[in-house]
């Protein structure tokens, strides 16, 4: 669905968790044994096709937070599947699995981090919205 649903996206869109999404996410779930080597290794090959057929965003943005944080924010949502399924091993994981993605990304977009850790919802919107207005399209 991710793959789909950014699959042709105008100029001003944005676009959230591509194909690399499923690819942190499986490497995560990789990393702490709940995915063989097998699995893994069909979906990495279904990764690499469908990142070869998407395409190249003009900024990648990751927002990013300390994973205990990330947890008590999960908890404070509420939502049953997430209390259960992203324990803070696997959010710890995640954000290794995120890490590791992005350093090895295409050169063309640009990437950005946005530490949300301590930080005010406005500030971290704010960041965000500087960020899309220096690249966005004339």
Known sequence: MRFLQNRHPAGDWICD????S??????????????????????????LTLAAESPTPRLVVRFRCAPLEARRRLE???RPHETTSLTVPFIEELDQAYTHIL????????????ETTGVSKSAVVHRFLTLIDAHSTP
């Open 103 to 114: 350093a090895k990304f295409p050169p063309a977009p640009a990437i950005e981090v946005i």
């Open 76 to 78: 404070t949502r509420g």
């Open 22 to 47: 499923i690819l942190a996410y499986s490497r995560a779930r990789h990393a702490l044994g709940e995915l063989d080597n097998h699995i893994y290794q069909t979906i990495y090959a279904l990764f």
């Open 17 to 20: 968790q591509g194909v690399h």
